[in-house]
């Protein structure tokens, strides 16, 4: 659980900063005051989704596949809630929320495919020094 929290913590200190370049973007485009309490609720909700996505990626037990995969379907709901508390401000096409599925899958596969480079390279040095103690 303190595991969490630290992440929880990061996850909402980026998401916190992220809202606000969010609101002061829709602010300049569109002169649409973001309300401040509909805008910090959606920092809780998308810091818990987005902590437990990155909980369960880091996660070492189990099959890492399966983590990551369900760590990308837990970003789902973030990105919803996201389109909820800017709504048509942020989104005004529906084809822009599957834009954004897409590039948040983009990212998520590239850093599952750097992380699983970087394991097997520390897997392939641990068995080396195993062999080399052996002989």
């Known amino acids: 659980m303190k595991k969490y929290a630290d992440i929880y913590l990061k996850s909402f200190f980026f998401m916190s900063l992220l809202f606000l ?3 002061i973007i829709v602010y300049r485009r569109t002169d649409l005051k973001m309300p401040f309490a509909l805008v910090s ?3 809780f ?3 818990i989704f987005l902590s437990f996505s990155i909980w369960l990626f880091k996660l070492e037990e189990g099959n890492g596949l399966i983590h990551a995969i369900i760590g990308y379907l837990v970003l ?3 990105i919803l809630v996201i389109r909820n508390v800017y709504g048509t ?3 005004r096409f529906s ?3 599957y834009i954004v599925f897409i590039f948040v899958g983009i990212i998520y596969g590239i850093v599952f495919y750097i992380v699983s480079k970087k394991y097997k390279k520390e897997v392939d040095q641990l068995n080396d020094m195993i062999n080399h103690k052996e002989s």
């Open 76 to 78: 789902i709901p973030a």
């Open 41 to 43: 609720y959606g920092i």
């Open 95 to 97: 084809s822009f929320i």
């Open 45 to 47: 909700i998308v810091s």
């Open 21 to 23: 370049i969010l609101s």
């Open 89 to 91: 401000a942020l989104f």
